[in-house]
């Protein structure tokens, strides 16, 4: 059995692979797991809940930026330390079967990388994802904050072009934002989570599809935690669909990272 980890700033991600099947996938908050100790605590819940022992664990293999912090073995295994950019180029080309795309992958930040056949290339990153979510709704969970958002609405967050003009402008229509949070003076506590959700998820497409035209991709693979909600896949694909591009959505997103450490 091979075990994948990706250990990122909010969120511990693992899948264990036995004869090319993948048997196991878990979520774990990483506040605590920044040590081979730890690790091994998640290990053998999981084990045990799968009746697997634990010399059926041939590989141990880490990823993510707090993969750095672990230095010891973890059951005497010596664990293979994967880059992360690599493991998300592997992950994302395997779960679509796209051979030339960009790479966005969204945890607590975002990068963006550009992808095709055997090569990769980290374009760059934002600080905006999960995290700024959270950290702007005082740190209230992503569930919570997620949960109204779908009861809010952007129109009483966004200044939009119909407020400002009586025509379109250019191909811009009406309805499109021309200032995040430009008039928060009627927003409700929902209305405010919806405007955030509206303003990280638009800027994270429309960084996504400026790459793809610098690159000149067509397809844009979305990965990460974060991306995997109805709400975010929402945004993005009208963002997305202004550009001419295409979106990809995995299954199971916020686990492609660690599957691409053990394909």
């Known amino acids: 059995?091979?075990?994948?980890?990706?250990?990122?700033?909010?969120?511990?991600?693992?899948?264990?692979?036995k004869e090319d099947e993948e048997i196991i996938q878990i979520k774990k908050n990483v506040v605590d797991i920044v040590s081979s100790k730890e690790i091994e605590k998640c290990i053998k819940i999981i084990l045990e809940e799968n009746s697997i022992q634990l010399q059926d664990i041939k590989e141990i293999r880490l990823t993510g930026a707090k993969s750095s912090f672990i230095e010891e073995k973890i059951f005497d295994i010596k664990p293979v330390l994967i880059g992360e950019f690599e493991a998300a180029k592997i992950g994302a080309q395997k779960a679509?079967?796209?051979?030339?795309?960009?790479?966005?992958?969204?945890?607590?930040?975002?990068?963006?990388?550009?992808?095709?056949?055997?090569?990769?290339k980290h374009i760059g990153g934002s600080g905006l994802g999960g995290g700024t979510i959270i950290g702007l709704n005082n740190g209230e969970s992503f569930e919570k904050i997620?949960?109204?958002?779908?009861?809010?609405?952007?129109?009483?967050?966004?200044?939009?072009?119909?407020?400002?003009?009586?025509?379109?402008?250019?191909?811009l229509t009406g309805d499109l934002v021309c200032s995040n949070f430009g008039k928060i003076n009627k927003a409700n506590s929902n209305d405010k989570a919806a405007g955030i959700f509206n303003m990280v998820y638009q800027s994270i497409a429309v960084m996504a599809s400026l790459a793809s035209i610098t690159e000149d991709v067509k397809d844009i693979i979305f990965i990460g935690n974060a991306?995997?909600?109805?709400?975010?896949?929402?945004?993005?694909?009208?963002?997305?669909?202004?550009?001419?591009k295409i979106a990809h959505f995995p299954s199971d997103s916020g686990f492609v990272v660690a599957r691409g450490c053990i394909s």
């Open 227 to 244: 991306i995997d909600n109805d709400l975010a896949k929402s945004i993005i694909n009208k963002v997305i669909n202004m550009y001419n």
């Open 96 to 120: 679509t079967g796209l051979k030339k795309a960009i790479v966005v992958n969204c945890g607590t930040g975002t990068t963006f990388i550009f992808v095709k056949d055997n090569l990769f």
């Open 146 to 171: 997620y949960e109204k958002a779908l009861l809010g609405s952007t129109d009483n967050v966004d200044l939009l072009i119909k407020d400002i003009s009586k025509n379109n402008i250019g191909n």
């Open 1 to 17: 059995m091979i075990i994948g980890i990706d250990i990122g700033a909010t969120l511990l991600k693992l899948v264990a692979k």
